[in-house]
């Protein structure tokens, strides 16, 4: 599994797929840490709003925490290329479906 790991990350060594593991394992538990954070702050935490708004607001969040903790621990540019492909990816859906209802 940790070569399939390397050789889809494109990484040489064990330490680098530990590292980016550790960046996963690190943000979400930041975002959850967040909304527990959010839900405590706020009295409106249980409302379909703070549900809607909590996830359109965390996307971002989220892909900045990555960021940062890539930055953190030496792996910026990893992170930096998965977050351009992840954003490719998704405008490419959108602009799929674009195309198929003009």
Do not use: C, H
Request: charged fraction near 25%; avoid cysteine.
């Amino acid at each position: 599994m940790i070569e399939k790991l390397k050789e889809r990350w494109k990484v040489k060594s064990l330490m680098d797929v530990v590292i980016i593991l550790v960046v996963f394992a690190l943000t979400g538990s930041t975002v959850m840490l967040m909304r527990k954070w959010m839900a405590a702050e706020f009295d409106w935490a249980k409302s379909d709003w703070f549900t809607y708004s909590y996830y359109w607001l965390i996307i971002p969040i989220y892909n900045l925490i990555l960021l940062g903790y890539g930055y953190i621990f030496g792996k910026f540019n990893f992170f930096w290329e998965f977050e351009k492909r992840t954003f490719n990816r998704v405008k490419a859906i959108f602009v799929k479906e674009k195309s198929q209802t003009a």
